[in-house]
């Protein structure tokens, strides 16, 4: 079925280290060895051996209404006959920032950047050069990108390849970065205290997606706001995978939860290599070249990315539908999905909130990543290949958040629960 992934994963090797280019692609969690992609359309993806899957990765989130949505590519196609960079400013930097703040709540500002990972290191030093501090707390199990400050106690591919500490990363910074179990406020309030006036920011993803997808406890986010609040700490949402995917306004709006700095990531660019930072004027406006915390990069704002991601988000600002159509094809698939774990006497926990979700076989409700570790990843590994041989896409790893997109029908969603069923029969 995959002699051609075979061949090409022999010839990466040599080229690339491990064969990929990000380590989450690997399959180390689960075994075997990845399969390269040919093409994709819609809800699908295509292998290079010519095999077709139900995709529940969707590019880690950004293909929200499906892949090769047909009004992007018509508008990178044209665009890109304009030229691909120009290296000095368009009119589209303005109209994306613009529909991006029509659209956030709590925000003034947007300066585009090439990443997640570049967004969330930004975030960073703009609220270190903001409040005149240096250390931060993080959470476990959440995953900013590979900054060095972030990958202490991180989630995602970190999590997956089991790293503990992470060669290159030096103590220093790793002293400046504090860590706190997920949905444990004392633990924060312990550190906060511990180190009084000494904490620049707290960054967390406001529902977690790179343990799994692990939601908010009640009064956790409500929590961290008002410690911010209290000690002038800046509260920093990564919203790199739920900014714009659970609602128009992402985790802000849905939660009701003000944050002073957001991030966001490959959304806004349809799929383009995009992230962002945005927040209120008064921090902002510390960036070069308003300010002096200095931030660049030859390709941010990038013209064809930014077209793709205008007419992708203004595609969502139009039709808010989408997201309760999302939500609703994801209940749907999330209830199959236990009819199948429950007749086949597999204890499980299903996470979901809108069109994000996780499965993970432990009777134990998942809210953090010391949960999340104790499930039964064999399990998620076998079910993993079973549906994978049944042509179902999943997350190659127990630590990852599955993502719906719009283009997924019901047809679709029935024949994952019916694969769902068939792999739980085999791995029994």
Known sequence: MYSKSEMLFGKAKEVIPGGVNSPVRAFKSVGGNPIFMERAKGAYMYDVDGNRYIDYINSWGPMILGHAYEPVVKAIQEYATYSTSFGAPTELEIKIAELIVSM??????????????????????LARGYTGRNKFIKFEGCYHGHADAFLVSAGSGVATLGLQSIPGVTATVADDTLTAPYNNLPAVEQLVAEYAGQIAAIIVEPIAGNMGCILPQPG????????????????????????FRLARGGAQELLGIKADLVTFGKIIGAGMPVGAIAG?????????????????????????????????????????????????????????????????????????????????????????????????????????????????????????????????????????????????????
């Open 280 to 428: 209120p004027r008064e921090i902002m406006e510390n960036l070069a070249p308003a300010g002096k915390v200095y931030q660049a990069g030859t390709l941010s704002g990038n013209p064809i990315a930014m077209i793709a991601g205008y007419t992708l988000l203004q595609t969502l600002n139009d039709n808010p539908v989408i997201y309760q159509q999302l939500a609703e094809k994801a209940t749907y698939l999330v209830n199959g999905l236990k009819e199948a774990f429950g007749a086949a006497g597999i204890v499980h926990s299903i996470n979901q909130i809108g069109s994000m979700l996780s499965a993970h076989f432990t009777e134990y409700p998942i809210i953090d990543f010391s949960s999340a570790s104790a499930a039964n990843n064999e399990i998620f590994r076998r079910f993993f290949h079973a549906m994978l041989e049944r042509g179902v896409y999943l997350p190659p790893s127990a630590f990852e958040s599955w993502f719906m997109c719009n283009a997924l029908t019901t047809e679709d969603l029935d024949q994952t629960i019916t694969a769902a069923k068939s792999a739980m029969q085999a791995i029994k």
């Open 220 to 243: 956790f986010l409500e929590g961290l706001r008002k410690v911010c609040d209290e000690h002038n700490i800046v509260l920093i949402f990564d919203e790199v995978m739920t900014g």
């Open 104 to 125: 956030v709540p709590n925000i003034d500002m947007v300066r585009m950047v090439n990443s997640g990972t570049e967004a969330c290191m930004t975030a960073l030093r």
